[in-house]
């Protein structure tokens, strides 16, 4: 449900969704097939953890963007996940709003880093 969300809300914000994946393993596949410049992601993934997908993302494409979501408010797990090349970090459960926010300050973070 929350990945439906999700890709609906980056519809509404005119960006396009080139693929979702059920765990960690499939969002490295379809990454190594189409890296995206943008990507969203639970810290909690059966086969592969977000932490580690988070990892394996950044070695294949080093400047992707990405916005880790998880119902785990504690700050060690973000600072894990920033550790690891994450970008941002949003705690479930969340609104449309405060998605679409969350994305465009990583989309801000990027510009000004240019």
């Keep these: 449900i929350i990945r439906r969300k999700i890709e609906r809300e980056l519809q509404i914000d005119r960006l396009e969704v080139i693929a979702t994946a059920a765990n960690g393993r499939q969002a490295v596949e379809a990454f190594r097939k189409e890296p995206a410049d943008v990507v969203t992601m639970d810290i909690t993934m059966p086969e592969m953890d977000g932490i580690e997908c988070v990892e394996n993302l950044v070695k294949i494409k080093p400047d992707v963007l990405i916005l880790v979501i998880s119902a ?3 700050k060690a797990t973000a600072i894990e996940a920033l550790k690891k090349g994450a970008n941002g ?10 998605l679409t ?3 465009e300050e990583l989309l ?3 510009d000004n880093d240019d």
């Design 72 to 74: 785990l408010s504690d």
């Design 89 to 98: 970090f949003l705690c479930k459960p969340f609104t449309d709003r405060q």
């Design 101 to 103: 926010e969350a994305l």
């Design 108 to 110: 801000r973070g990027a």
